[in-house]
């Protein structure tokens, strides 16, 4: 079976900066990151393609959170057995290529929004590894950066 992800379409955003101290100028700290993508639902359009709603979210510890809905229309060789495999929790039993089509697609679709919102934020940008095979799903990376001060001339 072979998949082409087509027509993104962002559904929701949310947004929340934590309440944190500020660093001092030089002082290393350490950046949890915790990012998922879900496929929430999946829904028949016809033969041949599928609508799929994903949710990505992405929490940078103790900086802020970012979670975006995107709808996704998957055309595939035969949209019942992926809506069945999807629904059914078997996701192994299709070709191995699939899943990680479609959270490739969902990432690189919402990460040029999530670095928008990071930087808007004053939060670290979360850049974690690309999905490549099987059914990864959940990315947990840990950053270190450093503190620097900035100075705003009027």
């Known amino acids: 079976m072979t998949i082409k992800v087509k027509s993104p379409k ?6 929340e900066v934590f309440p944190r ?35 990505f979210n992405c929490e940078i ?3 802020g959170k970012i979670a975006i809905d995107v709808r996704l229309i998957c055309i595939v060789d035969n949209s019942d057995k992926l809506i069945q ?15 990680p089509s479609i959270l490739n697609a969902t990432f690189y679709f919402v990460m040029p929004i999530v670095m928008l919102i990071s930087e808007k934020g004053n939060i670290p940008i979360p850049l974690p590894p690309i999905v490549t ?14 503190a620097k001060s900035k100075s705003i001339k009027k």
Request: zero cysteines; proline letters at 3%.
């Open 133 to 146: 095979a099987g059914l990864q799903k959940k990315t947990n990376s840990t950053k270190s950066i450093q």
């Open 85 to 99: 495999a999807i629904k059914n929790k078997k996701e192994k039993e299709l070709d191995p290529s699939i899943m």
């Open 21 to 55: 101290t500020v660093p001092k100028e030089g002082e290393r700290i350490n950046v949890k990151i915790n990012m998922n993508i879900k496929i929430t639902d999946i829904s028949k359009i016809d033969e041949t393609k599928a609508k799929l709603l994903a949710n």
């Open 61 to 63: 510890e103790t900086f």
């Open 10 to 15: 962002i559904t929701k955003i949310n947004f």
